[in-house]
């Protein structure tokens, strides 16, 4: 059974020949993978090693983590399972030991909101927009304006 290993901190710019000779040097048979964005092809800043064994594992993870990789320090970790449906280049949902699943269930365990049912969002919440998406819907509103101005 093979064992992945999640390789967090990767720069954004390097060949994925250069990652593969790090590990080569450890163990021939390991295979790299570097996850990249769709529409600029760079690295979105992790990937995933995968061994045979699970002594080789963690023999790859005591070794590696924190090693400087192009003046970035590397931090490894065994990925958990891939959950069915996920794409393949999402990031992994946490790696194992990783503090998001920790913090996400720590977050929504008996956290009730404390805003009464029949209570309506505030206008400042129900106007402003998830800043991850802010640019994009900008773009979004200006070509709808632009398209009724014409019609």
């Known amino acids: 059974m093979s064992i992945r290993i999640y ?10 020949e ?7 040097e450890f163990d021939e048979s390991a295979s790299t993978k570097v996850i ?10 992790f990937g995933f090693v995968t061994v045979k064994t699970d002594e080789q594992a963690d023999v790859l993870i005591e070794k590696f983590n924190g090693f400087m990789f192009k003046d970035t320090e590397l931090k490894l970790e065994k990925a958990l399972p891939r959950a069915k449906g996920s794409e393949e280049g999402a990031p992994p949902a946490a790696p194992v030991g990783g503090g998001a699943a920790k913090r996400s269930k720590s977050s929504n365990s008996g956290n009730k909101s404390r805003r009464p049912a029949s209570a309506e969002p505030t206008e400042s919440e129900s106007v402003q927009p998830d800043p ?20």
Not at 18 to 24: D, G, I
């Open 132 to 151: 991850r998406w802010a640019q994009d819907l900008e773009k979004l509103k200006q070509l709808l304006a632009a398209q009724t101005t014409n019609s």
């Open 18 to 24: 250069e990652l593969e000779a790090v590990f080569a």
């Open 36 to 45: 990249t964005d769709r529409k600029t092809g760079k690295c979105r800043g």
């Open 7 to 16: 390789v967090g901190n990767l720069p954004k710019e390097f060949e994925r």
